[in-house]
């Protein structure tokens, strides 16, 4: 039987710089590292499962399919070259995925993965060692062939089974209608289009003034950036730009969040400016959201207890709806992570960080499980220098300069997944 192998090139991601097709010393010696599978997870779902590989550095892979001219197949291997696994894993689930084991092999790690139906890889991509993580994940996300959801779970040995169908499970025309139409959300949101949505966020507003300076106020120093990110992205011609407010407004913080979710966005961006009683410190941060947010999401979608941030799921099923709003959200948080690593580059050399510059936090602002965030607290409003940099139109200048080449350097990445 002729096997086909499509390899996966994500070096660029790991080197951060590194281009793909590019053939500097750097990307070499990384291809050819030995690196170490240390643990595979997984979150499985009915429509979708994510596997996640741990590995002490980054490595090669490749998906292996037994008919090149299928559509879709219920068994892949994935292939770690330059790889090595101390010894075999295996996991049994319910959901689209069967059951998975790991192998080594002559220089590699090999993992056989049966699915419960034809199954295609959806995407992929790297995340590198960031806060509090020590370890590269490379993520790949499978879906079925047909785009169906996987009927019958039955569950594995040591599993408890799922509650037995009742005669009014069968999904009504609506919950059809409501999973069909995030389906298309998603799908949107996911593909290479010409022009990305960003909703940009000036913080405070009207009757909130946030915090004060000598001389400057929170609420005007972030609607003056926010202002000059928009005119600075709309020079491109490369985005449709939304702001939150674009006046001396008070909108409400879930207001903010139902507006990027109702338009759709690709990326959110708040604009902040800091304060603390001690006037010497000072520089930017990048906020993201941290996992007491996720689980909070979690929480209050689950049981529909907060009306802003009311997401369709279409199971009857409480674990089932988990499982499916834990695969979108974790992606979301994946890409936001991305997005913040990406800008705090861009942001260094422009403007002072804090020594921890990418922090996380349970900001309501981030809370939207479908749509890429972060806050940006641009400086200290309570330091001198801080002060006069976000109140001068060519600081602020650089700095929507910085942003805007972030957001580039971010969908320029996101477009070389796709038509990989």
Do not use: C
């Not at 005669?167 to 139409?181: E, G, I, V």
């Not at 479908?370 to 330091?383: K, R, T, W």
Request: hydrophobic residues 40%; aromatic residues 4%.
């Amino acid at each position: 039987m002729r096997l086909l192998e499509r390899k996966l090139t994500w070096g660029w991601l790991a080197l951060g710089l590194v281009a793909i097709g590019g053939a500097s010393t750097a990307a070499v010696a990384y291809r050819q590292a030995t690196s170490e599978l240390l643990h595979v997870r997984v979150g499985n779902g009915a429509t979708e499962t994510r596997m996640v590989l741990e590995l002490d550095q980054p490595a090669m892979a490749r998906v292996v399919v037994e008919d090149p001219k299928g559509v879709g197949q219920k068994h892949l291997s994935v292939v770690l070259s330059h790889a090595r696994t101390s010894s075999d894993q295996s996991g049994r689930a319910v959901g689209l995925l069967r059951q998975w084991r790991s192998s080594p092999g002559a220089d590699s790690a090999k993992l056989d993965l049966d699915f419960d139906r034809p199954s295609v890889v959806k995407r992929r991509f790297l995340l590198p060692p960031d806060d509090g993580v020590k370890v590269y994940r490379y993520v790949i996300d499978f879906g079925p062939a047909d785009g169906a959801v996987t009927p019958n779970l039955e569950p594995s040995a040591g599993q408890t089974a799922p509650r037995a169908p009742q005669p009014d499970d069968a999904p009504s025309a609506l919950a059809t209608q409501k999973l069909n139409a995030a389906a298309a959300r998603f799908a949107a949101r996911n593909q290479v289009s010409s022009r990305k949505v960003i909703v940009i966020d000036a913080g405070h507003g009207g009757k909130d003034p946030g915090a004060s300076g000598t001389e400057d106020r929170e609420k005007d120093v972030s609607l003056a950036a926010a202002r000059a990110l928009r005119d600075r992205l709309m020079a491109t011609g490369r985005y449709q730009v939304v702001m939150t407010r674009t006046d001396d407004t008070f909108i409400p913080l879930e207001q903010r969040v139902q507006i990027a979710r109702r338009e759709n966005a690709d990326l959110f961006i708040s604009l902040h400016a800091d304060s603390i009683q001690d006037p010497n410190l000072h520089g930017a941060t990048v906020y993201t959201l941290s996992d007491k947010g996720v689980d909070r999401v979690a929480r209050k979608v689950i049981s529909h207890s907060d009306w802003f941030i009311n997401v369709d799921l279409p199971g009857r099923d409480p674990s089932v709806n988990r499982i499916l709003l834990d695969l979108t959200q974790r992606e979301t948080t994946n890409q936001s992570s991305g997005f913040a690593n990406i800008l705090l580059d861009r942001l260094s050399g422009r403007v002072d960080l804090l020594r921890r510059s990418h922090r996380d936090a349970n900001y309501m602002v981030l809370l939207a499980p479908d749509v890429p965030a972060v806050l940006l607290e641009m400086g200290f409003i309570s330091n001198p220098l801080d002060e006069q940099r976000l109140s001068s139109p060519e600081a602020r200048k650089k700095l929507a300069d910085a942003v805007a080449e972030s957001i580039d350097a971010y969908f320029s990445r996101q477009t070389r997944i796709a038509l990989r």
